[in-house]
């Protein structure tokens, strides 16, 4: 079973400078939903209820967020807007957050080895909550723990990409062993152009195996001189086995302006405005 989900959050947001420069980019909303909020509903959705913060400095409202307020609370109680903080209360109902601060940004892999403390020894879920996945019938991470039920070993999510586009992701390239899932055999971070062994591009979603946490103590830097969880993990699918998974369902790069705005369009017509509870008011 996976009990627990590392998101990874202490990343800057540069691209949306100056709304980042003192919130955390974790916190740009989606309509009216902080991206990380979607983050943690998709880990309770998949059975998940120990959430397991990365963060660094200037990363407060974060925590705050998951957390009552009871001056807000006491102002609308009562009232029809009551009804807006339902969500939020039972995500704080059903899970436990806990927080580690990275000190320094040395790269994603040594974001997620900075939450070792808090994971332990156990699989567990990772999430970038900058990537926003949708799927409304069973959401990307509990199809991804549906997978790590039956075969055991770390899994990523990837999705095709336009060949343009490779360079911008981790890529993976293997044997295909049943419909949309791949025993991988390489996996590049962020290739030169024309250097990318297929067009399946890793998205922030992944499943590892605690054996993670020894190879990325030794994880020499790699691309841009950060420590990569793609060459940690190209080490781990030698060694033993790691799957990569087509997912079903649609994915936004919400750390881009343009899949930031894609996302709160979809989001406003397909979630927001259904939402009785909201549209009532
Ligand atoms: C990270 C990973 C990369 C992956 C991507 C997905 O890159 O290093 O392998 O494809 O997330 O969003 P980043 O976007 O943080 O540069």
């Known amino acids: 079973m996976i009990k627990k989900c590392l998101f990874p959050a202490a990343g800057y947001g540069t691209r949306f400078l100056p709304a980042t420069k003192s919130m955390p980019k974790e916190m740009m909303p989606i309509v009216n939903k902080p991206l990380i909020e979607y983050g943690v509903d998709e880990a309770i959705e998949a059975g998940i209820h120990s959430m397991c913060i990365v963060t660094g400095r200037g990363k407060h409202s974060l925590m705050d967020h998951f957390d009552k307020n009871y001056e807000l609370e006491h102002q609308i109680s009562g ?25 320094e940004m040395l790269g994603l892999g040594h974001a997620i080895l900075t939450g070792k403390e808090l994971i332990g020894d156990q ?34 999510a990837v999705e095709e990409v336009p060949e343009n586009e490779t360079h911008k992701y981790g890529v993976i390239s293997g044997e295909e062993i049943r419909d949309g899932l791949f025993r991988i055999e390489n996996m590049i971070e962020k290739p030169e152009p024309g250097s990318a062994p297929s067009n399946m591009a890793i998205i922030g979603r ?34 033993n086995c790691v799957l990569a998974y087509k997912f079903k369902g649609r994915r936004f790069d919400c750390g881009s302006v ?24």
């Open 79 to 103: 009232t029809t807007k009551e009804a807006l903080l339902t969500d939020i209360r039972a995500s704080i109902d059903a899970a436990s957050f806990t927080y580690i601060r990275q000190k």
């Open 123 to 156: 699989a567990f879920a990772v999430i970038l909550a900058d990537d926003l996945c949708i799927n409304q019938e069973q959401s990307v991470l509990n199809q991804m723990v549906d997978l790590y039920k039956e075969f055991g070993c770390s899994i990523v």
């Open 206 to 239: 992944y499943i590892l195996t605690p054996d993670i946490f020894d190879i990325l103590e030794k994880t020499l830097p790699g691309k841009n001189g950060e420590i990569q969880i793609t060459d940690a993990l190209l080490e781990q699918a030698q060694a």
């Open 258 to 281: 343009e899949g930031f705005i894609d996302a709160t369009n979809y989001c406003y017509e397909n979630i927001y405005m259904k939402d009785k509870k909201r549209t009532n008011l």
